[in-house]
T-cell receptor, first 113, second 111 residues
Framework: DTAVSQTPKYLVTQMGNDKSIKCEQN?????MYWYKQDSKKFLKIMFS???????INETVPNRFSPKSPDKAHLNLHINSLELGDSAVYFC????????????FGPGTRLTVL | QKEVEQDPGPLSVPEGAIVSLNCTYS??????FMWYRQYSRKGPELLMY????GNKEDGRFTAQVDKSSKYISLFIRDSQPSDSATYLC???????????FGTGTKLQVIP
């Protein structure tokens, strides 16, 4: 009955590899997000999609490419992984925009060696 | 200057104490103010939500917003060990504007 789910939960990989993280929400929300949380717990927005359309694209290297096949799914593909990409990545969803409560997934802990 | 400033702590208090957590911000367009609680190795979950200035109470939790001072607070009464977590303030101008989070304050309530 998980509201926002992410896979995988843990990801350990070598520098230079390409990896994907998947996110699914069963809340019927229109808006989905990707956040990056660094080791100091700072949570920063990366992307936001509303009904499969990109609405927020923060200053993120273009090695990061989000894809939303439908409004219940938002995946994140990362090319040429770097050490600095090591962080916890959270997917979230909300009924509409930024004034609504956001529901977060459990996070994907990415470690780049 | 960061858009949202929050003391990272850690803050350590005895069980039963009143806890005060605060954030300041610089963007006068912010209208929606939230507090999220994040347990270790979990995703954040919404604790309190306030629109514009004023107070809101929910059980042991009270959120205050003072837009004139660009200052928000979260008070926890009768703190419990289960309140031990990181508390993140968050704010937004509304619509499809992004939500900006503070850096979080780590709270430990000692039994």
């Amino acid at each position: 009955d998980t509201a926002v789910s992410q896979t995988p939960k843990y990801l350990v990989t070598q520098m230079g590899n390409d990896k994907s993280i998947k996110c699914e929400q069963n809340l019927g929300h229109d808006t989905m997000y990707w956040y990056k949380q660094d080791s100091k717990k700072f949570l920063k927005i990366m992307f936001s999609y509303n009904n499969k359309e990109l609405i927020i694209n923060e200053t993120v290297p273009n090695r990061f490419s989000p894809k939303s096949p439908d409004k219940a799914h938002l995946n994140l593909h990362i090319n040429s992984l770097e050490l600095g990409d090591s962080a916890v990545y959270f997917c979230a969803s909300s009924p509409a925009g930024g004034s609504d409560e956001q529901f977060f997934g459990p996070g994907t802990r990415l470690t780049v060696l | 200057q960061k858009e949202v400033e929050q003391d990272p702590g850690p803050l350590s208090v005895p069980e039963g104490a009143i806890v005060s957590l605060n954030c300041t911000y610089s963007n006068s367009a912010f209208q929606y103010f939230m507090w999220y609680r994040q347990y270790s190795r979990k995703g954040p979950e919404l604790l309190m939500y306030t629109y514009s200035s004023g107070n809101k109470e929910d059980g042991r939790f009270t959120a205050q917003v003072d837009k004139s001072s660009k200052y928000i607070s979260l008070f926890i009464r009768d703190s419990q060990p289960s309140d031990s977590a990181t508390y993140l303030c968050a704010m937004s101008a509304g619509g499809y504007q992004k939500v900006t989070f503070g850096t979080g304050t780590k709270l430990q309530v000692i039994p």
